[in-house]
């Protein structure tokens, strides 16, 4: 079992910036984050947001592209997501995620097995 230690969220205000890290146990192939915006049901599909493959190529949803960077530090054994520019409807609940294989559907929260808690992130004006 992966053990991780999810870090940073919080508030901030249009266009500003918050960082969010998770050092996990034992790396995985392919890492990302996900998130649940309030609105939605609780069950209802994760959106993904980056996602970041042990070969070192990314993904983004295009909601966050030139917005958000992914990135991973192996020495370190943990994964960033720095969010700048952020919006209101950057509001959600955001959680690592982790696979040993690549899923296919990068961006679709069911095809991957490895979960962490998460932690809030609120974006007002």
């Known amino acids: 079992q992966v053990k991780l230690v999810e870090s940073g969220g919080g508030s901030a205000q249009v266009g500003g910036s918050l960082m969010l890290s998770c050092e996990y146990s034992?790396?995985?192939?392919?890492m990302g984050w996900f998130r649940q915006a309030p609105r939605k049901a609780p069950g209802q599909e994760r959106e993904?947001?980056?996602?970041?493959?042990?070969?070192?190529?990314t993904t983004y949803a295009d909601c966050v592209k030139g917005r958000f960077t992914i990135s991973q530090d192996n020495a370190k054994n943990t994964l960033y997501l720095q969010m700048d520019n952020l919006k209101p409807e950057d509001t959600a609940f955001y959680c690592?995620?982790?696979?040993?294989?690549?899923?296919?559907?990068?961006?679709w929260g069911g095809g991957w097995n490895y979960w962490g808690q998460g932690t809030q992130v609120t974006v007002s004006s």
């Open positions: 690592w995620a982790a696979d040993r294989v690549p899923p296919r559907r990068r961006l």
């Open positions: 034992e790396t995985l192939y392919s």
């Open positions: 993904g947001v980056a996602v970041i493959d042990g070969d070192g190529s």
